[in-house]
């Protein structure tokens, strides 16, 4: 063969010309100026396996980038080196033949007669194509990149159709001799492929996604499971109907749910949403990618992002298509199968479920098998745990549905071949979403809009708007099993169970440590940004001095006091925001003889409030103590403590926010002392004072208390009307229900347009949020408490100033006489109305 390599090298030239001319790198990973080679140690690249096409488009592409030549020749004492070689491929034959030896065995050595020599391996994905692994169909033939390479004409075939879609991955350098040990060369050589191939095994796992199963295959895989036979049986019994006639429900049920991802409309989809995000947005940021790529090659992930968009699951998985990794299976609403457009999101990875179905015993377990086979075989998976889109801009409360099932799935696996599991939080942040008109109407009280899938097809007569950037931020994965571990630790030994009894608490508190990685992970904005600065004033308007520095301000309160581990903040100046905000319609600026003047109409207000609510949370514990600080001229920690502490988990279970600190004093102790640094606050040995009251600091401290009026006033009312009757007087659904009607008039007498503010699920959540605390349990189906609540209560008045705390109760006092029948007679006076009057 070495007398044949002369003869050959014209031809490799011109295959590698042909090669470079035709062949795209769609995706290099990591970038090759972060590749940490030594200069002084012979580099040796390896292939999986070898091919031609590979070696020739990584030896153009190390010549373009000042890499190690592939081709070069290493002296190593008195063995030669190539710098390119490939991990020998054991071939099924007829015939019997000898093991290809290994080409590290001369290496390994060479090494061992020259101790003070190394190598470095760097190992090369190549991948023509991403088809996901298939068994089956026409696309294996040209596209799937997991072929036994026997036949030339196969490659040559998948080189040309693929010629424009190719990614090369590089591995971390490895030192060969670090992998060295006594034991003799042949064995050495066998460890050291070994870690190659788990290595490659890792990569492809990753960027391809297991194999795919036909999905006629799959389905009736899915029926014959025993689980389904069982439900087959006892529900057809139950019913009074023939066995096939329930096998046939069932196949039908599989036929509606299951996927039937096909890599040429992944293709087709790639190109099409390229060109549909360059249309319409003027850029997709996206952070925290490298964590994911980490756990992808050994852990089934499964995305959970908010759900603010019906382009949510386009945009995140065509993300994940383009940074290299395989895309989701996305759980999607039946009401997307629709034709044209259900088929082809079901070819592109969705697989559908109906919005209920437990009183279908029949469809919840083919759905929950379906599912199982998914994870246990280690597809990545997408879902959203909120259930349906935010209207209102919050992060809703996670349904329990989807995580349950995820979770009995995970038991189901033999715990020594359990593979693990990894939750991956998504933050998608739009600075103005493709529904803003619908969500206008909805802020404004009007009618929810049944989705639909022409949703999808009005995007086509938005093109010419401007619709900004979008930033995807990823949040810290979440390993269930550690999740587990910490959280229910008898986990394991009811792991056999169904439904284990540890199951029902594990859910919400699952759910709940999701939203909060979640929003840990929001994406500050021009227009959110302008919306929390232009929202805290009582008309909307604001100079323009003023909001550029409040606007500072907040971005500064965050690189120094960051409301999420992973959030991102703006490029650009405070000017600059505003300049995009006003180009995106969201604000008016007008020019004045005193000085520029921003403004938010009626309409642009209602709309505001989405946005403000998207990243509200990211401010919940500096506005909860610059609110504290409106009605009060300074304070201690010890008795700042004992005001805000009551409040703190009602804030921040509705907003889904974290503490930057181990616990809440000592976050407060830190938040003092950056609102300290800022000028928001002045210190006198233990004591924090606001500052003058005609100062720009002052107003600027204002402005960041007042993004926490609106969830105390939702409270104060709450606890209002509650302590207005004595305990156990009221259930559950009445306190609700009066609660968001104070609420609802409290908006109209300030000339409001805010339904958002009086939405019933908000004092559903701090009703929960009372009940886990401590504060309310039930008694007989009605809110029973005792004087621990009215002495909070009593404590955290000073929080208010006298003339706003005097509106609400009096707001409450109102309604209880006017609805003497749900409530009852009114009440004496209560130690709050009383207080008020000594004030006044």
């Known amino acids: ?79 030669t080196l190539r710098g390119c070689l490939a991990l020998p491929v054991h071939k099924r034959r007829l015939w019997p033949r000898r093991r290809p030896q290994s080409p590290l065995a001369g290496i390994i050595d060479a090494l061992a007669a020259a101790p003070g020599s190394d190598v470095q391996l ?27 390479l026997t036949g030339r004409l196969r490659r040559a075939l998948s080189v040309l159709v693929n010629g424009r879609n190719v990614e090369l991955h590089l591995g971390e350098p490895l030192s060969l001799r670090e992998l060295l040990d006594e034991r003799p060369s042949a064995l050495t050589s066998r460890k050291v492929s070994r870690v190659l191939r788990v290595h490659f095994r890792r990569v492809r796992t990753r960027v391809l996604g297991p194999d795919l199963s036909h999905r006629r295959t799959l389905i009736h895989g899915l029926i014959a499971s025993p689980e389904i036979q069982r439900t087959i049986t006892e529900t057809s019994a139950a019913l009074g109907q023939s066995r096939a006639r329930g096998e046939r429900r069932a196949l039908r049920y599989g036929r509606e749910i299951a996927s039937n991802m096909s890599y040429p409309v992944l293709r087709f989809l790639d190109q099409l949403l390229h060109r549909l995000w360059n249309q319409l947005y003027a850029g997709v940021r996206v952070n925290g990618m490298a964590g994911v790529k980490a756990l992808a090659g050994d852990h089934t992930l499964i995305y959970v992002p908010c759900h ?59 759905f929950n098998e379906y599912l199982h086979r998914l994870l246990s075989r280690g597809h990545a998976v997408e879902y959203f745990i909120e259930g349906g889109r935010s209207r209102s801009g919050r992060l809703l409360t996670p349904r329990p549905g989807m995580l349950a099932m995820t979770l009995r799935s995970y038991l189901r696996g033999a715990p020594d071949n359990r593979r693990e599991l990894a939750f991956v939080p998504v933050y998608i942040g739009y600075e103005k979403v493709l529904e803003s008109a619908s969500y206008l109407k909805e802020l404004q009280g009007g009618r929810k809009k049944q989705e639909s899938p022409f949703d999808l097809l009005r995007v086509l007569g938005q093109l010419r708007q401007p619709f900004g950037r979008v930033q995807v931020n990823i949040g810290e994965p979440l390993k269930l099993s ?47 940004l302008c919306a929390l600065v232009l929202l805290a004033t009582p008309h909307q308007a604001i100079e323009a001095e003023l909001i550029e520095r409040q606007l500072a301000l907040l971005v500064a309160l965050q690189r120094d006091l960051p409301g999420g581990a992973h959030r991102s903040l703006p490029d650009g100046a405070p000017r600059e925001w505003l300049a995009e905000a006003a180009w995106l319609g969201f604000i008016e600026r007008r020019a004045q003889a005193l000085g520029e003047l921003i403004l938010a109409s009626g309409q642009q207000a209602t709309l505001l409030t989405w946005y403000r609510n998207n990243v509200q949370h990211l401010f919940a514990l500096p506005a909860l103590v610059a609110f504290a600080f409106r009605n009060n001229p300074r304070f201690d920690l010890e008795t700042l403590d004992q005001r805000l502490a009551p409040a703190w988990p009602l804030v921040a279970r509705e907003q889904f926010a974290s503490l930057p600190a181990a616990d809440f004093r000592q976050a407060l102790g830190v938040t003092l002392d950056t609102l300290t640094r800022h000028g928001l606050l002045e210190r006198h040995g233990d004591t924090w004072q606001r500052p003058a009251g005609l100062s720009v600091e002052a107003e600027q401290l204002q402005l960041l208390g007042r993004l926490a009026q609106p969830t105390l006033e939702r409270g104060y009312l709450l606890l209002a009307a509650l302590l207005s009757r004595p305990s156990a007087s009221l259930s559950r659904e009445e306190l609700e229900e009066h609660s968001r009607q104070l609420a609802e008039r409290l908006t109209l007498l300030s000339g409001l347009n805010a339904p958002e503010f009086f939405d019933r699920r908000l004092f559903s959540g701090l009703l929960d949020t009372l009940e886990s605390e401590g504060w309310l349990w039930q008694e007989n189906g009605k809110l029973a408490f005792d004087s621990l609540l009215q002495e909070a209560l009593t404590r955290s008045r000073s929080l ?39 004030e006044r």
């Open 122 to 148: 760097v190992p090369v994905s190549v991948f023509w194509g991403r088809a996901p692994g298939k068994d089956f169909g026409f696309w294996k033939l040209l596209a799937a990149d997991s072929w036994q």
């Open 1 to 79: 063969m070495a007398l044949l390599n002369p003869l050959l090298d014209p031809l490799r030239t011109a295959l590698r010309r042909l090669l470079a001319a035709w062949a795209e790198l769609r995706l290099v990973e990591p970038e090759p100026e972060r590749l940490n080679l030594d200069p002084n140690r012979p580099t040796l690249y390896v292939l999986p396996h070898p091919a031609l096409s590979d070696r020739l488009l990584l030896g153009d592409f190390c010549r373009r980038h000042g890499l190690p030549d592939p081709d070069r020749r290493w002296q190593l004492g008195a063995l």
């Open 308 to 366: 603010r968009s019906h382009i949510d699951y386009l945009l995140l998985s065509y993300v994940l298509y383009r940074e290299g990794l395989t895309p989701p299976q996305v759980a999607a609403g039946r009401n997307l199968d629709m034709p044209l457009i259900g088929p082809l999101l079901r070819r592109g990875g969705a697989f559908f479920l109906r919005r209920s179905f437990k009183d279908n015993r029949l469809y919840g377990a083919v």
């Open 482 to 528: 550690e999740f587990l571990d910490r959280e229910t630790p008898e986990w394991r030994r009811t792991a056999h169970e169904n439904r284990p009894p540890w199951l029902t608490r594990a859910v919400p508190r699952l759910g709940r440590e999701l939203g909060l990685r979640i929003n840990a992970a929001a994406a500050l904005n021009s227009v959110n």
């Open 800 to 838: 208010f100033d006298p003339t706003l705390r005097h509106r609400l109760l009096q707001l409450a006092q109102q309604r209880e006489v006017a609805d003497p029948q749900m409530l009852g007679a009114p009440s004496p006076e209560s130690e709050e109305h009383a207080q008020l009057r000594s």
